[in-house]
């Protein structure tokens, strides 16, 4: 299947921001049922009901809760196909080979599967206003289906717990990944 690592942050702000700038109405609140119509196909939605019995009608609805979108597969009979990661990773943050603007850039890197058994992902982001670098991919990751993300919030089970092992070898592996694309970078600049 396919995948993909976003900053859900930007992610989200980004699709807000284009759709205001394209006419949609935000309506903030915690959505309790879809409203829909009956149509020859089935059903059209309408709107939504939302926690304070209010209803807002809409055109177009979007849900974006990321891997919980898929509790829509309650509301309706159409199927959500996200599934969550539960997983170990790691921030750099502070003196870091990340500057502002590069944190704010999109950009990632995926790399295969090296000898620590990580197949790190690296993101430059911005944490708390300072850039900083987002690594995941450390290994040992449990996928959490849309049945049990429809069910409850996934609660962390006893071999959830932060793994120390795997952030000590994603660490060696981003260590030895920024080692030798500085080295690389000094022999591209030696006379």
Known sequence: ????????????????ESAVENGAEVVGGAVKELCTQPD???????G????????THADSVVIPAGCWSARVEDWCDHPCPVEGVWSTFLTAAGPTPVSRNAAATPAALFCKEDSNG??????????????ALYVSGCGSSRVISPKDLRVNTPHPLETDVPDAMRATAANRSLKTLLRSEKDQLEEQHAP
Do not use: F, I, W
């Open 118 to 131: 990580c197949h790190l992902e690296v993101m430059p982001r911005v944490l708390s206003t300072k850039p």
């Open 48 to 55: 939504v009901r939302l926690s304070d019995r209010s209803v």
């Open 1 to 16: 299947g396919r995948s993909a690592q976003v900053n859900p942050s930007e992610l989200t702000n980004a699709l807000l």
């Open 40 to 46: 020859k196909d089935g059903a059209v939605l309408t």
